[in-house]
Protein backbone atom coordinates (compact mmCIF):
# COMPACT_ATOMS: atom_id res chain seq x y z
CA UNK A 1 0.00 0.00 0.00
CA UNK A 2 1.81 3.40 -0.56
CA UNK A 3 0.42 6.73 1.31
CA UNK A 4 -0.12 10.00 -0.65
CA UNK A 5 2.60 13.11 0.15
CA UNK A 6 2.00 17.01 -0.30
CA UNK A 7 5.12 18.95 -0.15
CA UNK A 8 6.20 22.46 -2.02
CA UNK A 9 8.32 23.07 -5.08
CA UNK A 10 11.51 21.77 -4.91
CA UNK A 11 14.59 21.52 -7.34
CA UNK A 12 13.06 22.24 -10.81
CA UNK A 13 9.72 20.06 -10.33
CA UNK A 14 7.51 20.08 -7.41
CA UNK A 15 8.05 17.62 -4.67
CA UNK A 16 4.56 16.58 -4.92
CA UNK A 17 4.86 15.94 -8.91
CA UNK A 18 7.98 13.61 -8.23
CA UNK A 19 6.14 11.64 -5.09
CA UNK A 20 3.36 10.97 -7.79
CA UNK A 21 5.69 9.88 -10.43
CA UNK A 22 7.13 7.62 -7.93
CA UNK A 23 4.00 6.54 -6.48
CA UNK A 24 3.38 5.88 -10.55
CA UNK A 25 6.18 3.97 -10.86
CA UNK A 26 5.61 1.65 -7.77
CA UNK A 27 1.86 0.92 -9.42
CA UNK A 28 3.60 -0.35 -12.76
CA UNK A 29 5.86 -2.56 -10.16
CA UNK A 30 9.02 -0.37 -11.26
CA UNK A 31 10.23 -0.82 -8.08
CA UNK A 32 13.87 0.66 -8.63
CA UNK A 33 12.85 3.94 -10.17
CA UNK A 34 9.80 4.42 -7.97
CA UNK A 35 12.62 4.23 -5.23
CA UNK A 36 15.29 6.49 -6.73
CA UNK A 37 12.04 9.56 -6.53
CA UNK A 38 11.16 8.44 -3.46
CA UNK A 39 15.07 8.86 -2.00
CA UNK A 40 15.27 12.14 -3.91
CA UNK A 41 12.46 13.56 -2.14
CA UNK A 42 14.58 12.49 0.89
CA UNK A 43 18.05 13.73 -0.07
CA UNK A 44 16.62 17.18 -0.24
CA UNK A 45 15.43 17.38 3.31
CA UNK A 46 11.50 16.22 3.15
CA UNK A 47 10.63 13.75 6.34
CA UNK A 48 7.50 12.39 6.53
CA UNK A 49 6.20 9.15 7.53
CA UNK A 50 4.18 8.51 4.08
CA UNK A 51 7.56 9.04 2.35
CA UNK A 52 9.74 6.32 4.60
CA UNK A 53 6.60 4.23 4.61
CA UNK A 54 6.87 4.31 0.57
CA UNK A 55 10.42 3.80 0.92
CA UNK A 56 10.46 0.98 2.85
CA UNK A 57 7.86 -0.74 0.79
CA UNK A 58 10.00 -0.35 -2.19
CA UNK A 59 13.40 -2.14 -0.32
CA UNK A 60 11.01 -4.64 0.75
CA UNK A 61 10.55 -5.33 -3.05
CA UNK A 62 13.77 -4.83 -4.30
CA UNK A 63 14.93 -7.60 -1.66
CA UNK A 64 16.46 -5.70 1.02
CA UNK A 65 14.33 -6.22 4.23
CA UNK A 66 17.03 -5.07 6.08
CA UNK A 67 16.20 -1.15 4.57
CA UNK A 68 12.31 -2.11 4.79
CA UNK A 69 12.73 -2.60 8.27
CA UNK A 70 15.10 0.71 8.74
CA UNK A 71 12.13 3.10 6.82
CA UNK A 72 9.38 1.24 8.29
CA UNK A 73 11.01 2.58 11.87
CA UNK A 74 11.52 5.52 10.69
CA UNK A 75 7.94 6.20 9.55
CA UNK A 76 6.82 4.27 13.11
CA UNK A 77 8.56 7.39 14.91
CA UNK A 78 6.81 9.94 13.23
CA UNK A 79 3.78 8.18 12.93
CA UNK A 80 3.30 6.01 15.73
CA UNK A 81 -0.42 5.42 15.22
CA UNK A 82 -0.44 4.28 11.62
CA UNK A 83 -1.62 0.87 11.21
CA UNK A 84 -0.12 -0.05 7.49
CA UNK A 85 3.07 0.94 9.06
CA UNK A 86 2.52 -1.19 11.88
CA UNK A 87 1.52 -4.25 9.85
CA UNK A 88 4.48 -4.00 7.26
CA UNK A 89 6.61 -3.68 9.66
CA UNK A 90 5.87 -6.75 11.85
CA UNK A 91 5.54 -8.73 8.11
CA UNK A 92 9.27 -7.42 6.97
CA UNK A 93 10.35 -8.97 11.04
CA UNK A 94 9.34 -12.06 10.10
CA UNK A 95 12.11 -12.21 7.83
CA UNK A 96 14.55 -11.91 10.16
CA UNK A 97 17.58 -14.57 10.21
CA UNK A 98 18.66 -13.71 14.23
CA UNK A 99 17.02 -13.58 17.08
CA UNK A 100 18.38 -12.81 19.93
CA UNK A 101 17.35 -14.43 23.54
CA UNK A 102 18.13 -14.46 27.45
CA UNK A 103 16.51 -10.76 27.22
CA UNK A 104 17.05 -8.98 30.34
CA UNK A 105 14.03 -6.75 31.51
CA UNK A 106 14.21 -3.40 33.35
CA UNK A 107 10.71 -3.20 34.67
CA UNK A 108 11.02 0.88 35.02
CA UNK A 109 11.97 1.60 31.54
CA UNK A 110 9.75 -1.44 30.11
CA UNK A 111 6.60 0.79 31.73
CA UNK A 112 7.75 4.50 30.69
CA UNK A 113 8.09 2.39 27.30
CA UNK A 114 4.95 1.26 27.21
CA UNK A 115 3.29 4.50 28.25
CA UNK A 116 5.03 6.14 25.49
CA UNK A 117 5.10 4.16 22.69
CA UNK A 118 1.65 4.68 21.54
CA UNK A 119 2.43 8.65 21.08
CA UNK A 120 4.46 10.57 18.73
CA UNK A 121 6.85 13.35 20.04
CA UNK A 122 4.37 15.99 18.85
CA UNK A 123 1.15 14.30 20.75
CA UNK A 124 3.03 14.17 24.03
CA UNK A 125 4.27 17.75 23.72
CA UNK A 126 0.75 19.21 22.85
CA UNK A 127 -1.09 16.77 25.19
CA UNK A 128 1.26 18.33 28.41
CA UNK A 129 0.68 21.98 26.83
CA UNK A 130 -3.14 21.40 26.94
CA UNK A 131 -2.60 20.35 30.56
CA UNK A 132 -0.54 23.13 31.79
CA UNK A 133 -2.77 25.64 30.01
CA UNK A 134 -6.01 24.23 32.06
CA UNK A 135 -3.61 24.06 34.94
CA UNK A 136 -3.25 27.68 34.87
CA UNK A 137 -6.85 28.52 33.85
CA UNK A 138 -7.92 26.74 36.63
CA UNK A 139 -5.60 28.40 38.99
CA UNK A 140 -6.22 32.24 37.48
CA UNK A 141 -9.80 31.67 38.15
CA UNK A 142 -9.28 30.80 41.64
CA UNK A 143 -7.52 33.67 42.39
CA UNK A 144 -9.55 35.65 40.59
CA UNK A 145 -13.05 34.82 41.84
CA UNK A 146 -11.58 33.47 45.08
CA UNK A 147 -12.71 30.23 45.42
CA UNK A 148 -11.17 28.06 48.10
CA UNK A 149 -12.94 25.07 48.61
CA UNK A 150 -12.01 22.06 48.99
CA UNK A 151 -13.02 20.83 45.82
CA UNK A 152 -10.73 23.12 43.74
CA UNK A 153 -8.01 22.53 45.87
CA UNK A 154 -8.47 18.45 44.83
CA UNK A 155 -8.78 19.44 41.29
CA UNK A 156 -5.10 21.68 40.99
CA UNK A 157 -3.15 19.35 42.67
CA UNK A 158 -5.18 16.09 40.40
CA UNK A 159 -4.07 18.47 37.29
CA UNK A 160 -0.73 19.53 38.16
CA UNK A 161 -0.03 15.40 39.00
CA UNK A 162 -0.94 15.11 35.30
CA UNK A 163 0.75 18.09 33.90
CA UNK A 164 3.91 16.38 35.65
CA UNK A 165 3.14 13.38 34.57
CA UNK A 166 2.76 14.18 31.22
CA UNK A 167 6.05 16.54 30.94
CA UNK A 168 7.76 13.45 32.38
CA UNK A 169 7.01 11.28 29.61
CA UNK A 170 7.17 14.26 27.09
CA UNK A 171 11.17 14.13 28.45
CA UNK A 172 11.36 10.53 28.62
CA UNK A 173 10.65 9.98 24.76
CA UNK A 174 12.68 13.05 24.12
CA UNK A 175 15.25 11.60 25.21
CA UNK A 176 15.01 7.99 23.84
CA UNK A 177 14.15 8.80 20.39
CA UNK A 178 16.11 11.51 19.73
CA UNK A 179 18.75 11.88 22.36
CA UNK A 180 20.08 8.19 21.89
CA UNK A 181 21.03 7.30 18.85
CA UNK A 182 19.09 4.18 17.67
CA UNK A 183 20.26 2.20 14.66
CA UNK A 184 19.22 -1.45 12.60
CA UNK A 185 21.49 -3.53 10.62
CA UNK A 186 20.27 -3.47 7.55
CA UNK A 187 23.35 -5.87 6.04
CA UNK A 188 22.35 -9.43 5.80
CA UNK A 189 24.85 -10.68 7.62
CA UNK A 190 27.33 -8.65 10.74
CA UNK A 191 29.53 -9.61 12.92
CA UNK A 192 29.91 -7.97 16.10
CA UNK A 193 33.31 -7.96 17.90
CA UNK A 194 34.67 -7.41 21.34
CA UNK A 195 36.63 -4.29 20.34
CA UNK A 196 36.49 -2.16 17.85
CA UNK A 197 38.41 -3.78 15.07
CA UNK A 198 38.05 -7.30 13.04
CA UNK A 199 41.37 -8.34 15.71
CA UNK A 200 39.01 -8.73 17.96
CA UNK A 201 37.27 -12.07 19.46
CA UNK A 202 33.91 -12.12 17.44
CA UNK A 203 31.05 -11.88 20.31
CA UNK A 204 28.07 -13.19 18.28
CA UNK A 205 27.04 -12.96 14.38
CA UNK A 206 23.68 -10.79 13.63
CA UNK A 207 21.69 -10.29 10.78
CA UNK A 208 19.35 -7.62 9.23
CA UNK A 209 16.40 -6.21 11.76
CA UNK A 210 18.09 -6.38 14.73
CA UNK A 211 17.54 -3.21 16.71
CA UNK A 212 20.40 -1.41 18.76
CA UNK A 213 21.53 1.52 20.67
CA UNK A 214 24.71 3.34 20.36
CA UNK A 215 27.11 3.85 23.60
CA UNK A 216 29.98 4.75 21.43
CA UNK A 217 32.41 4.96 18.00
CA UNK A 218 35.20 4.86 17.27
CA UNK A 219 36.73 4.95 13.69
CA UNK A 220 34.47 3.16 11.48
CA UNK A 221 32.93 1.11 14.59
CA UNK A 222 30.11 1.65 16.92
CA UNK A 223 29.81 0.12 20.34
CA UNK A 224 26.24 -0.73 20.26
CA UNK A 225 23.65 -2.95 23.15
CA UNK A 226 21.17 -4.85 21.59
CA UNK A 227 17.93 -5.33 23.30
CA UNK A 228 18.49 -8.37 25.11
CA UNK A 229 21.66 -6.01 26.53
CA UNK A 230 24.14 -7.54 24.91
CA UNK A 231 27.29 -5.51 23.38
CA UNK A 232 29.57 -5.28 21.01
CA UNK A 233 31.36 -3.22 18.29
CA UNK A 234 29.86 -3.22 15.13
CA UNK A 235 31.43 -2.14 11.65
CA UNK A 236 29.07 1.10 10.95
CA UNK A 237 28.66 -0.43 7.09
CA UNK A 238 26.38 -2.83 8.13
CA UNK A 239 24.19 -0.49 10.11
CA UNK A 240 21.85 2.50 9.75
CA UNK A 241 20.70 4.72 12.01
CA UNK A 242 17.13 5.51 12.68
Same mark, same amino acid.
Given at each position: ????????? #????????????????? %?????? /??????????????????????????????????? !???????? %???????????? *?? %?? !????????? +??? %?? *???????? #???? =?????????? !???????????????????????????????????????? !???????????????????????????? =? @???????????? @???? +?? +?? +???????? #???? /??? @???????????
Amino acid at each position: MLISLFAAP #TFGISADSLFSRANSHY %QNKDYG /KALDDYLKLEDNGFESAPLYFNIGNCYFKEGKPGY !AILYYLRA %QRLDPFDEDIET *NL %QF !ARQFMPTRL +EGV %QI *NPVSTFME #TLVE =PFSLNGLAWI !ASVLFILFLLLWSAKIYFGIDNTGSKIGLYILLSFVVVSS !ALTTYKYRTDYLIDKGVIVADEARIYSG =P @GEGNDIEFVGGF @GLEF +EV +EN +ESGEYYLV #TFEN /KRK @GWINKEYVEII
